[in-house]
Every structure is written in C-alpha cells, then in structure tokens.
C-alpha cells in the first residue's frame, strides 16, 4: 500500500461541493482534525470499502484523533426486516477493520445503538430541517431510487442524513473519509451546524469536510455498480479460491475476442482494479498501451491482479481468522472504543441542548 498517495488533492472541476477539500487548503488532514466515518453493518465489507475510505483510515491512524463508528441504526432505516442479520454484522463489520490494519489503540471503534446522545441530537436537529430539503438531498434520492421504494419510504430512512449529522457533531468531527457518493451528507450536516450555532449565539460546533479517496470508485466484477445484494464485489475476507474465480469472472472488453485484437481499456474492469491497487503505476500503463495496440491477453492482466490481490488479502484473512476466535477481544474493542464515544457525544449533547435552551435542571 502507498501511504501518503491515498488522498485526493483536489476536487475534480466539476464538482459543486465547496465542503470537500480544494488543492487551494492545507488540504491534507491535520493533527487537530477529528476524524469520523461509519459503515452500515448489512454485510461484511468489501474491496471497495477498502479502496474506498478504509486505507485512508488506516493510514490516518496516529496522525488525528479517530473514530469508527458502526452504523447499526443507519442500517435499520432501510433494511428493518433484516435486523438480525445488522446485529450479527456488527462485529463482523469490526472484524474487517482490525483485519485490515484498524489498531484499536490508535482508532476507536464505537456502536451507533449504544450511543444514546446520538438519537437524542436527531431528535433535536429534526426541527431544523425541512421535508423538503430532505427530499431534495442527492444521496437520499439516488438510494430511495435504489431500493424503489416509490412512495414508501420509511420516516426513518428520509431523516437518516440528519441522523448521520448527528453522528458527525456528535464527536465533534472536522474530517469525514467517505466515498463522493456521501458529500451531500457533509453539505447537509454542515447547514445543521451552522443552524445549532446561531441558535446558540456562539460556535458550540465545528463545521467538518470530507476527505475522498483518489480513486474513483471499484466496479463490481460484471461492470455495475459493487453491491452486497448483487455479489459482485469482492470480500475482504475472501479465500484465494474466491479470489480466482472472481478475477476469472471479471468484465472485460468484449470486442477483444483474441489477444492480437486491440481492445479498450475503459470500462475494463481488470484495469478499473489495477488502477486502485496496482503500486507500479508505469507498469499498467504500459500494459494499458499495449492492451490498446493489440496483443495482450487478458489472462496476463487477470493473473497479475490475482497475485495483487492474494498478497492484499491474504494477511487480512489471517488476522481475522485469529481474531474470530477471539470474540471477547474484539467485544472489549467495541466496548472501549463506545464508551469513549458516549462521553464526547454527551458532551456535545450537552452544549446543544442549551441552545435549544433545556439546559437548566429540574
Ligand atoms: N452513510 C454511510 C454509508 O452508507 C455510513 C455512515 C453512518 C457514516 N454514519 C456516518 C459515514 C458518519 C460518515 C460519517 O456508508
């Protein structure tokens, strides 16, 4: 892995979100930003986890304060009939981060449920955000699509970036690692911060910035979009076996029906992998060019991506492995890193119910 190379410098032109960090900003994270990023535990996590936001995290570790938090609730908004498999994923989900790098000495690893501030802050930002403005925000309609839910969606599912504004204040985060997917969360949060601090006449909260990965987003294997339902992408605790199969399935270009055909590289979801992964970066570029010219097989990308990825995952599978048998340690992880989590989140509950003026005691 490159530390150092795995944060984006730069917006690209395009983007309207003044929240993510510009090459104009010290963009790089700084000792006294707050780090906070979660998962919804629906699944154990993938490569595009990984490539996404996780080994940013594991590279930040030691330089700010951080904090995991397993979204367990986020996760009941849309999947309420599938709560047993959110509990058990819980500390699968925890599992994938320690097996990857996550060193709870350095990270703390909270559970979204166990933090009770939390659900009391939503309840509060609820009377600072409008219906519709809910229902205007990008990640909430592309997932409502998603999911079709049509004219069903679950209360629960439409407020959930006000819930996830609630985690972001909660621990008084000013960095979010999170896939671009996630900026208009960070915009919304940050409407919600500036709301509670005129509300309390001073600056009780930070306003925050994502952090995105350099690496456009993985494709599943078949060329959509990588999902758990679909399972198309690959685990982060995968057997070589697996592995092999799923570089053997991967979509390539279709008109490269011989190895001497030229062939595109775009859409190539061999490269796609080799791009976020591949350390020697004049390597696939040379193999891209000679891919275009004609000439080279697919079955050289595949192998060369497959030993990429054994050696990736492999030591993962082993840690986790190890840990797995270890249930009360990785327990004690998640007790410790919440209950850290619970008194910076009462802290923060603490000021915000004075700006909605319930301070006083009884
Ligand atoms: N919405 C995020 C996702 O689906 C998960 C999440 C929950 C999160 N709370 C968060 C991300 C707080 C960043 C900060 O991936």
Redesign the pocket.
């Known amino acids: 892995m490159q530390h150092g190379s795995v944060f984006q410098r730069s917006m690209p032109d395009s983007t309207p979100h003044s929240q993510a960090q510009s090459a104009a900003d010290a963009d790089m994270p700084r000792a006294t930003d707050r780090i906070?990023?979660?998962?919804?535990p629906t699944g154990v996590l993938h490569l595009g986890?990984y490539v996404g936001?996780l080994r940013t995290r594991v590279a930040l570790q030691g330089r700010c304060d951080q904090t995991l938090?397993i979204?367990d609730l986020?996760a009941l908004t849309d999947s309420s009939g599938r709560a047993a498999l959110v509990a058990e994923h819980a500390e699968e989900v925890a599992l994938d981060y320690l097996a990857a790098g996550i060193d709870p000495a350095l990270t703390d690893i909270a559970v979204?449920s166990r933090l009770p501030a939390l659900a009391e802050l939503t309840v509060l930002y609820l009377n600072l955000v409008t219906v519709a403005r809910l229902e205007r925000n990008p990640?909430v309609k592309a997932e409502v699509e998603l999911r079709g839910f049509a004219r069903d969606i679950p209360a629960g599912f439409l407020c959930?970036p006000v819930?996830?504004a609630a985690?972001?204040t909660g621990f008084r985060?000013t960095l979010?690692?999170?896939?671009e997917?996630?900026l208009p969360?960070i915009e919304q949060t940050n409407e919600i911060v500036r709301r509670v601090n005129r509300l309390a006449g001073k600056e009780i909260l930070p306003e925050c910035r994502a952090l995105l990965s350099n690496t456009p987003r993985l494709p599943g294997i078949d060329g959509r979009k990588a999902s758990k339902s679909l399972g198309n992408a690959i685990p982060l605790s995968a057997t070589n076996d697996e592995i092999r199969r799923m570089v053997r399935a991967m979509y390539t270009d279709p008109g490269h029906a011989r190895a001497s055909d030229p062939g595109r590289v775009e859409g190539h979801v061999v490269f796609a992998h080799l791009d976020a992964l591949d350390p020697d970066v004049d390597a696939v570029a040379e193999l891209k060019a000679h891919y275009r010219r004609g000439g080279l097989g697919d079955m050289v990308l595949k192998r060369r991506l497959e030993e990429l990825l054994e050696a990736l995952i492999a030591p993962m599978r082993k840690r986790r492995a190890e840990l797995a048998s270890d249930r009360a340690y990785v327990r004690g992880v998640l007790r410790e890193g919440t209950a850290r989590g619970d008194a910076i989140t009462h802290s923060v509950l603490r000021d915000v119910r004075d700006a909605f003026s319930l301070g006083a005691p009884l």
């Open positions: 906070l990023t979660g998962d919804r986890h936001s938090l979204a986020q979204q990640t959930y819930s996830q985690d972001i985060a979010v690692p999170v896939g997917d996630q969360m």
